[in-house]
């Protein structure tokens, strides 16, 4: 009687405990249940590799985990998809843009120092990205009429951006070479005339003297006038002395030092004399771009991650809308809670007191399951609920195996209390073995499959496990418990009168 108190009180614990774990860890909804945008990555081969192996698959997923860790975005998963693909997916994240945009760059950081006698054309080159990057920057920030802005009458347009005058920008295009393509708005042609300046600039400087491999860590800072955002960077021991000699080198020249991200310039300093005796010292610099909050966290963000040692093309993005996702819960939950509906009115009509027992047991057995996704944690997608739905019906399967056995005994004639204990031990067998080569399958599933698949194998390999637990344990102590009480104690609760023997009858 002891014993049979201790498991009580064990299984009442452990309900609390559920609960609470419940209340204090909301469930991980998984995309399709969320919302949210998906990518694939498809990993292309460069230089001398001419096919992607596991290895180098497994550099870029490190490298872009640490970039996705970095934009801030909660709970996202990248998985690795065949042999050269990965998959990420982004809960609750409507415009996948940015993340695409700041995942797709190599992020090749390199330092290169102006070759001698180039000053004059620099100049000019890096006047004329200036003024073009200016009027572009205008042109893209521009923005309806919103009659709450401040001074602006209500109805009236915003004055019109500043444009490049015609006759510059035709000037500036035959210089380089380039030819105005047809209907091209204003914005194209600066795109176009930047794109052509850059690759100029670029073609100035010598080859690297050291590129962003000894980097330690990249942040930002607003600068001093509040008008834009810098770019800082941290080297380790030897990127810091290289630093300080390159900056040497070049202290008090005219020559400039270019800061190259994936070969475009994104910033062209000088260095002042007072650096000539030993260079910028202290394993510190800063990128000053003139970038907006948002370039400078992104920039951060890719040089936080690192390189990525191969590069990478989007393939597909897809979103998944938050009403889809709701829905997606709806319909889950009608489906969960009907079946478990279906499957308790089925035990309670065929299986009678022990049929409401297992009604019981399934229930705690849900709690335990939803506790332990919560607890672990494990992300719920639509594959995952199908798993879970999955093992109740493992969870009643053995539940049947238990009465059918405690119903052979009472036909056979054997006592109410020795037919429970004898029903329970026939059945322990039998469902150690389906659960064994269930368990073998889930593990089979996990290591083997992809993402939905490794999802729907863990959230049926957690309601196996828990599955025998409630079996073994909750229905056998509460058919106990329920047989401590003597008006309960009728063979005919478990077997109609006709199938009972007429002793027992």
Request: include cysteine.
């Amino acid at each position: 009687m002891a014993r049979q108190q201790g498991w009580v009180a064990l299984i009442l614990a452990l309900a609390i405990a559920a609960g609470v774990v419940l209340v204090t860890f909301p469930l991980q909804l998984g995309l399709d249940l969320r919302g949210g945008s998906q990518l694939t990555l498809q990993v292309m081969p460069a230089g001398a590799i001419r096919q992607v192996q596991a290895e180098q698959l497994e550099a870029v997923q490190e490298v872009l985990d640490r970039r996705i860790n970095s934009l801030g975005v909660a709970e996202s998963t990248l998985q690795r998809v065949g042999d050269d693909q990965l998959l990420l997916q982004l809960p609750g994240e409507q415009d996948p843009s940015r993340a695409a945009r700041v995942l797709g760059t190599t992020a090749l950081l390199e330092f290169r120092v102006q070759k001698p006698g180039t000053e004059q054309e620099m100049q000019g080159l890096l006047r004329l990205k200036t003024q073009a990057s200016a009027v572009l920057g205008r042109l893209k920030n521009r923005r309806p009429a919103d009659p709450s802005t401040p001074g602006l009458p209500p109805g009236a347009t915003p004055p019109p951006a500043p444009s490049f005058p015609a006759e510059e920008m035709a000037k500036a295009f035959s210089a380089l070479g380039l030819e105005v393509p047809a209907g091209a708005s204003e914005a194209d042609q600066l795109e176009l005339l930047l794109a052509e300046v850059n690759k100029r600039v670029v073609a100035l400087y010598e080859p690297a003297a050291f590129t962003g491999r000894d980097l330690t860590g990249a942040g930002r800072q607003q600068q001093a006038n509040g008008t834009g955002w810098d770019v800082t960077l941290n080297f380790n021991r030897a990127g810091g002395e290289a630093f300080a000699r390159l900056t040497q080198s070049i202290a008090g020249t005219n020559r400039l030092l270019g800061i190259v991200l994936d070969g475009r310039s994104i910033s062209e300093a000088s260095v002042g004399e007072q650096f000539k005796a030993a260079g910028i010292t202290g394993g510190a610099a800063s990128i000053s771009g003139n970038f907006t909050a948002e370039e400078a966290r992104d920039l951060e963000v890719q040089l936080r991650g690192g390189s990525l040692p191969l590069p990478i093309k989007i393939i597909e993005v897809r979103t998944v809308g938050p009403t889809l996702g709701a829905e997606n819960i709806r319909s889950s939950l009608v489906a969960a809670l009907g079946g478990l509906a279906l499957v308790a009115v089925f035990m309670v009509v065929v299986y009678r007191l022990p049929g409401f027992v297992s009604v019981l047991a399934l229930l705690l057995y849900s709690l335990f399951n939803l506790a332990a996704y919560a607890l672990i944690p494990v992300t719920l997608s639509l594959p995952g609920i199908a798993g879970f739905i999955l093992s109740v019906g493992m969870a009643v399967d053995a539940n049947v195996l238990i009465f059918e056995r405690v119903k052979e005994e009472l036909r056979g004639g054997n006592s109410l209390i020795r037919s429970i204990d004898t029903g329970f031990s026939l059945a322990f067998s039998s469902i150690i073995d389906g659960h064994a080569t269930g368990l073998i399958s889930c593990v089979a599933l996990f290591a083997l499959g992809t993402g939905l698949v490794k999802g729907f194998a863990v959230t049926l390999a957690i309601g196996l496990v828990l599955s025998l637990f409630t079996a073994l344990t909750c229905t056998r102590t509460l058919l106990r418990l329920l047989m401590s009480y003597p008006s309960l104690r009728r063979p005919t609760y478990f077997l109609p009168v006709r199938e009972l023997p007429s002793s027992a009858a």
